[in-house]
């Protein structure tokens, strides 16, 4: 193990110079523990989406590669802003790009992976005693060409660095102060989490906690990097997500989680017949549709109906896709349905207990609140409700599972 | 000769989007002709001033190294909005940073010089047939650091890429139509110049026109690399600038010019031996200040007074550093005027008529002009005069010359 930590700041830490001087403060306070500084850096505030108003103003569809060479500009901008501020504190820092700095990747622009990260230089500069700023969100291909990693790209960018640099941990600064049992803004009881494993923040990040994306938490499991989500606002100690710990094996369940950023898509009138399903999501696949839960109800007349879900965001694309299908296979109308939420509880400890599902519809009932799909997995239960009724749906199950308690 | 023209496009040609849009039809104008295209692109606007702005909030004296990771994102936003703006009108362009374009400097930050350029990387791409774009005003020394070429870098990037492309043309896209007899806005009937040699151009650059940055048409001199200076916004000629041609031999003067941004700084009581000028030029250009003319007065009491005039930019520190001179010297009190301006004549045939100087005092002195300094080269005379007589002094010039009439 070295004596390096990985730090990473997000957009609204280093959002202006006033912020970018305060996170240069916190991370002296860290270097005058005697530890070796890495940090990568998001760009700041809206940097990324003005730039990318900007292309869109020039071109309603961009190419990739110039999107790449576009946007990696903002966190570039950050990592300079940040070593000058750390100077005039009177560290050594010295800034690098992700190309400069040996991040190479495949040559998927705007949603790059990694190959391999050539830590050298990084590694020659910490022997210097200089706190080493690196550009998050971007690499470079072999012809040297500049890429992106898509959202959350700086967070994976942090555990990359933790990996290679065998970093003893990877600290990612935030707006919220950690991972909470259920939103707090809907849930003011809810309780900040000491510990939380991989899986389950696998969980909730898909079930739609926002504060890492999986990318960076499917890397840390692979390579069993723990990572610290804290807040660069305060000094509180924030949440660890590691593997599995004993002392949380018996916690339940140990979050609500709600997404409101999916739509219902029904397609009625399908043949009952085997393989319609098959079909139908090859081709919403083939398009590139991301589908969350799928239900189909029980045939009466040798005809079903099938709903699913899928990002709002992609609306229009889906239902294309869906209407395709459905002329294809012989079925009927396809319609959508944006005012859905689906509520999820997560937990490791789920998979062994039972009663917990039952508990979850139980007191969705006696708030009369109807629910219209299910899905589960072994650390997982999720539920579509109504879109108005989700606040009140959270706060009902996060009250039923006593989660404002350690 | 290869069939690739560089053009080189300012911050005002590609100031907000339409304008990239228009830059990106008449770049397609002259790809249609056949030509092989090597476009260098300044940053949009006030890019590059809003960078230097965010440094100053973080720190009064940011590292060199980081401005230069820090401004040389403004050329890259710009090279990839051109890029997407040409794709959009359905041609194949590419756009790279200096670095991946080979584009190799000294480590000389914020005011670097290109060693080499290995331009393989653009000869494969325009063997692609695509338009090349290349950010200006930047490059990268030997380990990567990115650096950048100071005041004009952009058109030195052109005209050394010229160079080593063996383009046949070198054209300079500005807000201006080419070079003028004088500002036009000073002088109304000033006229274009078809042509003006190197020479005439790095006198006129050094005395005041704006147009052109004297590193730039150096390098066109050193390597015989003709420059045309046109404007981006009409399909008018511009100004060709090459080496002496003979259909110039006849003109005396070529152009009137006007520098108001020197001050006068002036030493006095300086005893009157051998070694004393030498030993304060000395001191001030220790401190990295270029100093323009020089007058000293005739000793009478075996005292004697120096003036001598440098921008006013880095007046403070000229300030300092004479008083530092004149104590070391036994001098006396140092006063600087900052309401001087230089008016100076410039024409390749100068200096093989006579009269032409006492015509300039002349004109002056019927205008009841008082000439302060006086300095003179091969093609040139310059004039300090009062800043508020500075706009008659130009017309007067203009008409005495009769510069309106080819």
Chains 1, 2 share one sequence.
Do not use: W
């Not at 294809?328 to 944006?338: L, P, Y």
């Amino acid at each position: 193990m070295s004596n390096i930590i990985v730090q990473k700041y997000g957009g609204t830490s280093v959002a202006d110079p006033k912020r970018i001087s305060g996170v240069a403060k916190r991370i002296i306070s860290y270097r005058r523990k005697g530890v070796d500084l890495v940090v990568v850096v998001s760009a700041l505030g809206d940097t990324t989406d003005n730039l990318l108003k900007l292309a869109n103003q020039v071109s309603y569809l961009p190419s990739e590669r110039e999107i790449d060479m576009l946007i990696s500009t903002g966190e570039q901008i950050s990592v300079a802003l940040l070593a000058m501020a750390i100077h005039k504190l009177g560290y050594e820092a010295i800034s690098f790009t992700g190309a400069q700095v040996g991040i190479i990747t495949d040559s998927s622009h705007t949603q790059a992976r990694i190959i391999r990260i050539n830590a050298a230089r990084i590694k020659r500069e910490l022997a210097e005693k200089k706190i080493v700023i690196v550009a998050g969100f971007q690499g470079a291909d072999l012809s040297r060409e500049i890429t992106t990693l898509g959202r959350g790209g700086s967070d994976l960018t942090a555990v990359a660095l933790a990996k290679v640099l065998k970093a003893k941990a990877c600290e990612i600064y935030t707006d919220v102060e950690g991972i909470y049992t259920a939103d707090p803004r809907i849930v003011p009881a809810a309780r900040k989490l000491e510990m939380v494993s991989y899986d389950e923040m696998l969980e909730m990040a898909s079930r739609g906690a926002q504060v890492l994306q999986t990318r960076c938490v499917e890397l840390a499991k692979r390579f069993n990097i723990p990572i610290i989500v804290r807040s660069s606002f305060s000094s509180k100690g924030g949440t660890m997500i590691s593997k599995e710990a004993k002392k949380m094996e018996k916690v339940v369940v140990s979050a609500v989680t709600l997404n409101k950023n999916e739509s219902k898509i029904t397609i009625r009138d399908l043949p009952d017949r085997p393989g319609v399903a098959a079909k139908i999501f090859k081709i919403i696949a083939q398009e590139g549709i991301n589908v969350d839960m799928i239900v189909q109800n029980i045939s009466r007349t040798g005809y079903t109906d099938l709903s699913f879900t899928a990002a709002t965001d992609n609306l229009a694309r889906t239902l294309r896709a869906a209407r395709k299908a459905s002329e294809e296979i012989g079925g009927g109308t396809v319609s959508a349905d944006r005012d859905i939420a689906k509520v999820s509880i997560v937990g490791v400890g789920m998979k062994s207990h039972s009663g917990i599902a039952a508990g979850m519809f139980d007191i969705l009932a006696k708030n009369k609140i109807n629910i219209e799909m299910i899905s589960t997995s072994e650390i997982s239960i999720s539920c579509v409700i109504r879109k108005r009724l989700a606040q009140r749906a959270v706060r009902a199950i996060h009250k039923q599972f006593k989660l404002e308690k350690p």
